[in-house]
């Protein structure tokens, strides 16, 4: 381990929050859903290039209401990571869980997606297949999605390719987990030219979720490993959500993010 890691580790939490979230033995996008959602059935590809394994994405039943589930998985051995390209995501990826997006609203079902990825795969062929378009295109769809959406980050959310699958009504975040723009060792490159510095880049960056939650940034930090609890919460968040007529969950979105920040 790096020296830079190890003093972070003794001297900063907030960097400790980023490294425990990459950690081994972490529960990942699969494990959630099979706890969440029941009779879960996988969709593939993206219509346009092929099928993103970093991506799941499918439909099943949260407490008897039919969702449309999508999520982002890293994998839990070598072999699976190698699988699931580390949680990081192609452009099909993104498309794929557009593509569900808006399968979801024609047929009025609510969109609860888990967010677990350090960022989109920056890759020269993800490039030429358009990343940043489409991570772009996720964000303008989601924010008139006409139906509801909620997200969980329940390991790394960075960057924008965890942005494109967090546009949503209701962000929630496990407790240990972390959101950023950026992850702390791209920060502390971009600022000083020195990844050693990433845990002051990573208490600036204010990354964890009770920091997040100060700014109005999300809307809820869920408790680590009470997938029970979280099913109950999301089962009854989504009716609240389903309750609003398109118009007024679209005007909500929009005041939320207006907000977004301010406290």
């Known amino acids: 381990m790096n020296g830079y890691i190890k003093k972070a580790i003794k001297t900063n939490e907030d960097y400790s929050v980023v490294l425990g979230a990459r950690s081994d033995g972490r529960l990942t996008t699969s494990d959630y ?26 439909i099943g039943y949260l407490k008897g209401m039919p969702v449309t589930v999508i999520g982002i998985e890293k994998g839990k051995n070598t072999e699976d990571r190698i699988y ?19 399968q979801a609203e024609k047929f009025s079902r609510p969109v609860l997606c888990f967010v677990d990825t350090a960022g989109a795969f ?77 845990d002051e880049a990573a208490k600036a960056l204010c990354l964890t979720a009770p920091k997040l939650m100060n700014l109005g940034l999300i809307d809820r930090i869920c408790k680590k490993g009470d997938l029970a609890g979280l ?22 979105r929009y005041m939320r993010f207006r907000k977004a920040g301010y406290r």
């Open 33 to 58: 859903i099979n706890a969440v959602v029941s009779d879960f059935t996988e969709f593939h590809g993206d219509r346009y290039y092929g099928d993103d394994k970093a991506v799941i994405a499918g």
């Open 84 to 102: 699931r390209n580390f949680g990081s995501a192609h452009p099909e990826g993104y498309r794929k869980a557009l593509r569900l997006m808006k």
């Open 122 to 198: 920056c890759g020269i062929d993800a490039e030429e297949r358009g990343q940043g378009r489409a991570i772009a295109d996720n964000l303008a769809e989601m924010s008139a999605l006409g139906t509801p959406v909620i997200s969980v980050v329940i390991g790394e959310g960075g960057s924008g390719g965890a942005l494109a699958l967090c546009h949503a009504d209701r962000l929630w975040m496990i407790e240990d987990a972390y959101f950023s723009v950026v992850s702390p060792e791209s920060c502390a490159n971009i600022l000083w030219k020195d990844t050693g510095r990433a």
């Open 231 to 252: 099913a109950d919460s999301l089962s009854e968040e989504f009716k609240s959500l389903n309750e609003m007529s398109k118009e007024e969950l679209l005007e909500a």
